[in-house]
Every structure is written in structure tokens, then in C-alpha cells.
């Protein structure tokens, strides 16, 4: 892990990528972002809109699928990645924590953390180390370490899943949809902890999020999805000012915040659709 400092190096650049399932279906036209060492960027729009393949292409999780990537470049610290498999791209330092948590029911909550250093070979010290590292920014998985991980809340099983994450010692944590299901205090702890990972670890998290009022105050900086296309991009702080993103995703306009019934025609008044 990193010194938890943000530089202006580009550590993940996914350059113009089309993806296309079951060889007729086209997901992604031509996605392109970037992700800065030690930063959080944030990948956000609604259900459906791209995220999750977006970031399954990073990961190379979409031959499961039948999902592959036709056009464009995925590229990490240099490196085309493209055509690795997933464990080697894990031993690269990338890790996805998957939407809705995925963890192992049957095992206890430590047991599904250390489940996340099973590729490493630095010894029982380090891992050990690490573990201790992990119940410093979720104290209540210390608290419920022995207990079997499907009886855990849905707030105790986001903190494992990442936490397991962070056993694999990444440098880059792809985060699908943290605040899914979660009481809105709970999501709001799950996003202090990935500020306190990203600063204190300097790990880099691409996150994908359709709760873009948290996002934006957390990440540094941010690009936006519609029907697989990039639709706008900027830092978190341009996109929390832009008077279109305030209106359609934020709910509010300069005339106020608008209803649920103003918004939800909002397809015909966009000028990036138009």
C-alpha cells in the first residue's frame, strides 16, 4: 500500500472500450476514464446505466458473462491488462468488491477476512499484522469476528467485503455499489471508512454509485454514465456545481429543489442527450 498521498499520476486509463455481450448485445460505446493514484473517482448514473460493466471489464470478470471487450485499451501503470485473468490482475494490486457483498455465508466473519490473503506469500506476521489493521477501521467486525458472516447485518457484511479486500493488499479497490441496501447512517460510515482507507493506506478506489449526493462528497473526482456513454466528467466539486447534475441527479435546481414528478421526465430536457 501506498503513503495515502493523491498525486496527479494516472494509474488506471480505460481508453474508448466498447463491450458486448453474447456477441450481438453493445453495453459500453466507446467508455474512456481515468483513475489518479491515490485518489477516489467516483462512476455514476442510474440502474443500467454501464457501472458494473464497467468496472467488470476492468477487473476481466466478463467471460463469466459472455461479456467481452471488442474496442479500446484498459491499461494499469503502463500495461495493457486487457487479456490478463483475474487472479493476475489481483496480484497486480486491482481487487472488485462485487455488488451485493458476496460473502461466505457459512464462514465467520475472520475467516471470510482472511479468505482475501490466500494469494499472499509474505507470511503469518504480515497477514496477522494486516488483520489487526482491518478491525482498527471496522471495530465492529472486531466485535463480531467469531461470528458466522450470513447472521451479520447488511452494514457488517459491506465492511467485510471490503475489508477482505483490503487482506489482499491492493493498490486499486473497485467498488461496486457500496451503499446498496443500507440504511443512509450506515452509508455514510461505509464511505468514512473508504476516506479513512484512501488517505491512511493510500489504496485508489474507482467506486460505482447511483447515490451520487454521497459520492460526490467523497470522491475527488467523478464521471457520469448514461446508456453506456460518459456523458460528463469533471472534479467532484465541478460536477457538485453543474446546474444539470444538481437538477437531474441531485434533485435541485437554482429555483429550488424540484419534485420527483419534475424530474422524471428529465430525458427530454437534457442538453448532453440532445
Known amino acids: 500500500m501506498l503513503d495515502g498521498v493523491k498525486s496527479d ?15 450481438v448485445i453493445l453495453v459500453l460505446k466507446g467508455v474512456s476514464l481515468t483513475v489518479r493514484q491515490g485518489g477516489i473517482t467516483a462512476l455514476l ?4 446505466a454501464g457501472k458494473t460493466t464497467t468496472l467488470k471489464a476492468i477487473s476481466n470478470l466478463l467471460h463469466s458473462e459472455r461479456g467481452e471487450v471488442t474496442k479500446g485499451s484498459i491499461v494499469y501503470k503502463g500495461e495493457r491488462v ?5 487472479a493476475a490482475l489481483v496480484k497486480k494490486g486491482v481487487i472488485q468488491v462485487m455488488e451485493g457483498r458476496h460473502c461466505f455465508e457459512h464462514l465467520t466473519v475472520e475467516e471470510n477476512l482472511l479468505t482475501g490473503a490466500y494469494t499472499r506469500r509474505d507470511g503469518k506476521a504480515a497477514v496477522a499484522a494486516d488483520l489487526e489493521m482491518v478491525y482498527d477501521y471496522f471495530p465492529r467486525l ?5 461470528s458466522q458472516a450470513g447472521y451479520t447485518s447488511g452494514g457488517e457484511q459491506q465492511m467485510v467485503a471490503i475489508g477482505r479486500a483490503l487482506m489482499s493488499r491492493p493498490e486499486t479497490i473497485l467498488l461496486d455499489e457500496p451503499s446498496m441496501g443500507l ?3 450506515l452509508v455514510e460510515q461505509i464511505f468514512e471508512i473508504v476516506k479513512a482507507v484512501n488517505e491512511g493506506e493510500g489504496v485508489s478506489f474507482l467506486l460505482a454509485e447511483q ?16 446508456n453506456g456513454r460518459v456523458v460528463m466528467e469533471g472534479t467532484a466539486q465541478e460536477l457538485r456545481e453543474n446546474p444539470d447534475v444538481k437538477e437531474f441527479y441531485l434533485g435541485v435546481s437554482d429555483e429550488g429543489r424540484k ?3 419534475d ?12
Do not use: C, M
Open 9 to 23: 499520476e494516472t494509474l488506471l486509463e480505460v481508453n474508448n472500450i466498447e463491450v458486448i455481450y453474447n456477441h
Open 45 to 48: 448514473g442510474g440502474n443500467g
Open 82 to 86: 486487457q487479456d490478463l485473468d483475474p
Open 142 to 146: 472486531k466485535e463480531r469476528r467469531k
Open 183 to 185: 440504511a443512509p447512517q
Open 211 to 226: 447515490n451520487t449526493n454521497v459520492a460526490l462528497r467523497y470522491a475527488h473526482q467523478g464521471y457520469i454514465l448514461e
Open 259 to 261: 419534485s420527483f414528478r
Open 263 to 274: 424530474v422524471r421526465s428529465y430525458r427530454r430536457r437534457k442538453r448532453w442527450l440532445a
